[in-house]
């Protein structure tokens, strides 16, 4: 497993107990259909939550949170869409988050929430 690999998976981590924190119900992880993947499916009060998790190591390379491009963004939507479909949630209150998360030189996580983020 390479490095950043690694990082995302530390970082999908990191995020599930950022959410579960705040009290999240996590209901799916890396839910995939086709060619596309939603990081966490969640439930908060009654909204459901589809979240990109990005992780970086600084922000030299830019923000993590710049890597949801409008194709990624799109991708997510069709997706989302899929597992509301598959799951009769056609309905359901939902919003898209992105979960930007940074590790720092001590390995602890700054965590940016940007909430209904597109």
């Known amino acids: ?24 119900d996590i209901l799916r992880r890396g839910f995939r259909f086709g060619r596309g993947e939603i990081d966490i499916i969640a439930n908060d009060r ?24 409008a194709a990624k963004q799109e991708q997510i939507r069709r997706v989302a869409g899929a ?7 056609e309905n359901a209150p939902c919003r898209f988050d992105v979960l930007s998360l940074l590790r720092g030189a001590d390995g602890a996580y700054r965590v940016r929430h940007l909430r209904d983020a597109f």
């Not at 009654?46 to 993590?64: A, N, Q, S, Y």
């Open 1 to 24: 497993m390479n490095r950043a690999h690694e990082l995302g998976l530390s970082g999908e981590e990191a995020a599930a107990r950022y959410l579960r924190k705040n009290r999240f």
């Open 46 to 69: 009654g909204t459901l939550v589809f979240i990109e998790v990005k992780t970086g190591r600084d922000v030299d390379c830019g923000l993590p949170e710049e890597a949801v491009t």
């Open 83 to 89: 597992f509301l479909a598959l799951n009769r949630l």
